[in-house]
């Protein structure tokens, strides 16, 4: 089991920094390209380097916040219980 471990941290090590190198480019390479360059292509526009993130930080702090209320809710019937 211990080289599934290994296998999995290393392939979301790889995502995340291809991600971060992505993101970096993105933000602070691509504005000072020339629109016209074919480099462009490969991006999506600049206003979605702002939308994406905060989407995904909302969506993380919801999925968050369910997962403490139901532990609060199970903690709770189990405590009326005993």
């Known amino acids: 089991m211990e080289l599934a471990d290994r296998a999995v941290g ?41 939308i994406i993130p905060v989407f995904a930080g909302v969506a993380l702090l919801s999925l968050l916040s369910l997962f403490v209320g139901s532990v609060m809710l199970k903690s709770r019937k189990k405590n009326k219980k005993a």
């Open 10 to 50: 290393l392939l979301l090590s790889l995502i995340s920094i291809s991600i971060f190198t992505y993101f970096t480019f993105w933000v602070i390479i691509v504005p000072f390209v020339d629109s016209d360059h074919f480099v462009h292509q490969y991006f999506l526009p600049l206003e979605y380097a702002i």
